[in-house]
C-alpha cells in the first residue's frame, strides 16, 4: 500500500514510497491496519479542520457585523440595543468554541502527522537495511489490561512512568564502563599491539633488479606518518625500552578498582533486554490509549513512541545466554 498524497496523477512527490509500500505489505496484516488507519485518520482531520476553517471564517464575519450593529444602536440610544448586544455575545462565545474546536483538530492533525513521517522514516530504513533497533515478530500483541480500581488515565500514566523509569536505566547501562579488571585487559591488549607494532631490529632487501640492501627499522625511521602509525614513536620506544608490563601499569594507574562496571560481553545483552521491554511499555501505552478513545477520551499517541509500539509489532525478546546452553 503506498502512501497517502504520495503520488497525485502522474507526479511522483516521493520516489521512495513504492520501497516503503513494499516493505509495509510484508508486515502483519494488523500492521498495515494500524498505518492505514492512520492514513485515513490525517485525511479526515484535514477535512474537519477546513470545514471548520470555512465556519470559523463566516462565523467571524457574522460576528463583525453584529458588534458592528450592536454598537451603533447603543450609540443611538435605539430601545433594541440590548438585543444587539447580547446577540454578539452569543456569536462571539459561539466563535470561540470554533476556534478551540480548530485548535484541537489542528493538533490532533499535527500530531498524527508526525507520527505518519516517523513510521514512513522506520519503514524507509528498514527498505534500505538500515534498521538495527528491537527485533519483531508476527504475532498480535496482546490488548493492556486495567489493573483493579484503575481508569485509562491513572494506568496511561502507570505506564508512562515505567517507561521513564526503563529509559534512566537503559542510560545508564549505555554509559556503564566496563569493571576494572577488564579495562586493565583491555589496556594491556592494547599495549601489547602497539609493542607488536613497533618492531626494532635490521632487514635485508632486494630491490627489482635483485640489488641487495641493509635496511635498520624502528619507531622513529621514515615513514612514520600519524595516518600510518597511529600510536606514535614516542609510546612505542617506551614499550620497546621499558616493556609492557611497567606501561601498562603507567596507563592503569588512574584506575578505580571499586568503581562499578559492566562487561563488555554483558553490556550489548541488557541493552537489547532493555529496548525489548520499554517497546513492549510503549505498546501496552498505545493499546490503552486506543481503548480510552474508544471510549470517548481525549487522548493522542505520542509521536515520538517507537515505530513497533505504533504498528502493533510484537518485539522479540532476546535469549539469555544460559537458556541458548539449555538448548544445545
Known sequence: MADIGAHTGNVVHDPASYARSQVLEGLPFHAQSRYRAFSEQLLELEAQQRHLRERRDEKSQRVNLLVQNARAAKASGSGSAEHHEASARAGEHELEQLNHRFSKANAARINIERILNLLNEWLSSVAGGFYSGVPYGDAEPTPAKL???EDFTAAILRVRREWSDLQMQLAEVSAAPPPASEIRQIVRAELERRH??????????KDALG????????PDIAPWGAEMHPMGMITGWLLRLHGVDAIAELFCSGIDDSAPGIPRADKQRLIAELEARIVQIELDECSLIEQAQQEGQDVQYRPNASPLALLRLQPVHPARPEVLEAAE
Open 147 to 149: 489493573r483493579k480500581n
Open 196 to 205: 607488536a607494532e613497533a618492531a626494532v631490529g635490521y632487514r635485508w632487501r
Open 211 to 218: 640489488v641487495e640492501s641493509f635496511e635498520l627499522h624502528a
